[in-house]
């Protein structure tokens, strides 16, 4: 799994927002135009555009011009690089946590005056 940091930076300042998350999420499940997101959520078509723009930099969707329409599709190959690193880190918590369980089951040294 080769994803740079600016990668990175990218697809989680992207996900930091809940409709861009929500976004992601419905073009998972189906393509859908611009304009039908935007119909979905209180805001502008031109805001909706935005976000949409910020998840295509990160890769998280592809948009493809199909006649007038800008139908939106989820990039699941770059969800599962997302999910892959956030594995990765879990691996590196999860070992740090069984060497300090470890550490703390280890029998405290007894000193000369305790004995």
Do not use: C
């Amino acid at each position: 799994m080769d994803v740079s940091d600016a990668e990175v930076d990218r697809i989680f300042r992207a996900l930091a927002d809940s409709t861009r998350r929500d976004i992601v999420r419905r073009t998972l499940v189906d393509e859908a135009s611009v304009s039908s997101l935007a119909s979905a959520y209180d805001m502008s078509f031109a805001a909706v555009q935005k976000h949409v723009a910020v998840l295509e930099e990160a890769s998280l969707v592809t948009k493809e011009a199909r006649g007038r329409e800008r139908l939106v599709r989820g990039n699941l190959d770059m969800i599962r690089r997302a999910s892959a690193l956030l594995d990765s880190y879990e691996q590196i918590w999860r070992g740090r946590i069984d060497r300090l369980d470890a550490l703390l089951d280890e029998p405290e040294p007894t000193t000369s005056k305790e004995k």
